[in-house]
Structures are given as structure tokens and as C-alpha cells.
């Protein structure tokens, strides 16, 4: 049986920070793993959404997954996020994950496309299949893909694939959320359910789930890790605290262009990440000037 016991906690799609040509900048790649690190995550993501995935080519993927885990030191797991089209090219990426070191990958329901369940299961089992020892977490997030991971499709792959062993649902559906750790929770073998929606770590967690991967923690980790550290340490109020001073942050980069405000924010604290890869901008205005009031509010800056 795969080793699951790792798999769990605050997560970050650790963010990209870019020079004015959109290539990594390495020094403050490097700066921003020992940053998440020193804020108590438990786990780095590498290419979420939140990391600007989808504008980097595979000379680039392996040239900052090399980064990443040669900064890591091995002090928290690598998880080396996966949202290719084409199959082929994600088995690519799935065996340069291993390859590299990656502690596991999570793969993303293809773009663009809305795919059948039994396209689907062809697609997401020859990439479990091309990597059978490493650990695969599901990531459905059908706010950017255009539809969602089915229930039977979900236990198709458990069922046929022993290294799928988890999921982040960025639905923002609690049930479906609660419903997803409900099937899964009797198995012979552990599940592990993330959150992927920032405001809803504390209710993941309440429902059974293992964590969140929480694009927040790459600019406050001690804060969002604070819900799950307090949670698990029995502090229910301490933790619900934490989730609703957190919350009113988390909702004001809505209003900036995806993925600009993760950047926006950080910038804003002082990370000196650089702008969003091209053509997305940062914010600027009253955009701005509200997630600064939030971040103020919350003491964050």
C-alpha cells in the first residue's frame, strides 16, 4: 500500500515569481519556498492555478521543479500540479515528476473540452498507470474547466488505480465535498479529501477532510495554517476565528483578474514576486486599494 500519511495539511500552489520576460526568477523562488516553509505549511504545490501553470513549457516545468525541491530540502512533501490537454503530454510530466523527486502529482480534469467519464477515466488512468508507485491526487476545480469530476468516475479510479489515493475539490460545493469524503471514508485503503477553496478550510476539515490547498498561504501561511493547527489540536473556536479573519481577505481578490491578485497580494506584502505572467496585468484602483483595506484589516500588512 501506497503512504499516505504525509498527504495532509495546508497546501500552497506555491506562486511563480517572474522576471519582466515571464521566466522564473530564481533567487525569489527560492525566497518564496523558505518563506511558506517558515510559515508552518505542510506541503508546497508546485504549477496550481494559482502558479501560473498553463503559460510555462516543459523545459520551464522541469527547470522550477528542480528548484523548488532542491530548496525544499526534503522538510515538506512536493506535490507537482498537472493541468495539460493532451495525455500524452501529461504522462511526460507525471514521469518527469518522479523522475525529479516529486512526493506525489495532482491532476487536473482537462480544459476546454468536457470530456465523457469514460474519456475521463482513459485519460486520468494511463497517467496513474505510467507513474504506479507514485502518489495521485485528483483535482477537480469545474469553476475553470467547465464541468466536474462525477461521483462514479471518482470511484472508478480508487477502484482501478491503487495510486490515486486523494482529491482537491475546488468546487466551493460543501456537499459535494462532504459527500466525496462520505463514499470514501470505509475504504480498505485511506482517502485523503482537500479543500480547495480558502474560505472553506475549516468546514473541509470538519467533515473528515485532510487539508486545503490554500493559494492564501503562499502570502500569510501562519494564518491559514493556524485554522488546520488549531483544529486539530481540538481548538474549534480558535479555529473558526482564524477561518472568518481570513475569509474577508480571500474574498476581495475575487474582484481582481485571475490569477493577478495572488500576485497583487503578495507584492502588497512585501514578497516582491513580481507582475502575472503576460497577457494577464496586475490590478491596480479600487481594486487594489480593497484587498489593501482588507489586509489591513486583518493585520496582515
Given at each position: 500500500m501506497i503512504d499516505t500519511s504525509f498527504i495532509k495539511g495546508i497546501i500552497p500552489p506555491i506562486i511563480t515569481p517572474v522576471d519582466d520576460d515571464s521566466n522564473v526568477n530564481e533567487a525569489k523562488m527560492r525566497d518564496q519556498v523558505d518563506f511558506v516553509i517558515n510559515g508552518g505549511v505542510h506541503g508546497i504545490l508546485a504549477f496550481g492555478s494559482n502558479s501560473e501553470f498553463y503559460i510555462f513549457e516543459e523545459d520551464e516545468y522541469r527547470k522550477i521543479l528542480e528548484i523548488i525541491i532542491s530548496q525544499v530540502?526534503?522538510?515538506?512533501?512536493?506535490?507537482?500540479?498537472?493541468?495539460?490537454?493532451r495525455t500524452q503530454k501529461c504522462v511526460r510530466l507525471a514521469k518527469m515528476a518522479q523522475e525529479l523527486g516529486a512526493n506525489g502529482i495532482s491532476v487536473l480534469q482537462p480544459m476546454f473540452l468536457k470530456l465523457t467519464d469514460e474519456e475521463m477515466y482513459q485519460h486520468f488512468s494511463a497517467i496513474a498507470n505510467a507513474v504506479p508507485t507514485m502518489p495521485m491526487l485528483l483535482y477537480n476545480n469545474p469553476g475553470r474547466t467547465g464541468y466536474t469530476m462525477s461521483y462514479n468516475f471518482v470511484m472508478r479510479m480508487i477502484e482501478n488505480c491503487p495510486n490515486v489515493v486523494g482529491m482537491k475539490d475546488s468546487s466551493g460545493d460543501m456537499t459535494r465535498t462532504s459527500e466525496t469524503i462520505r463514499m470514501t471514508r470505509d475504504l480498505d485503503r485511506p482517502f485523503k479529501v482537500f479543500g480547495g477553496k480558502d474560505t472553506l478550510v475549516f468546514g473541509t476539515l470538519v467533515h473528515g477532510g485532510a487539508g486545503a490547498v490554500c493559494t492564501t498561504a503562499n502570502?500569510?501561511?501562519?494564518?491559514?495554517?493556524?485554522?488546520?493547527?488549531?483544529?486539530i489540536a481540538g481548538d474549534l473556536q480558535g479555529a473558526l476565528d482564524a477561518q472568518y479573519r481570513m475569509n474577508p481577505v480571500r474574498l476581495s481578490m475575487d474582484l481582481a483578474s485571475f490569477p493577478a491578485a495572488a500576485k497583487d497580494m503578495a507584492n502588497m506584502a512585501g514578497r516582491n514576486v513580481g507582475n502575472p505572467c503576460r497577457p494577464v496585468l496586475p490590478s491596480s484602483g479600487k481594486v487594489l486599494e480593497t484587498m489593501r483595506d482588507e489586509m489591513k484589516k486583518a493585520g496582515i500588512i
Open positions: 530540502k526534503g522538510r515538506v512533501p512536493v506535490y507537482m500540479g498537472i493541468g495539460a490537454i502570502i500569510f501561511p501562519e494564518l491559514v495554517c493556524s485554522i488546520y493547527e488549531k483544529f
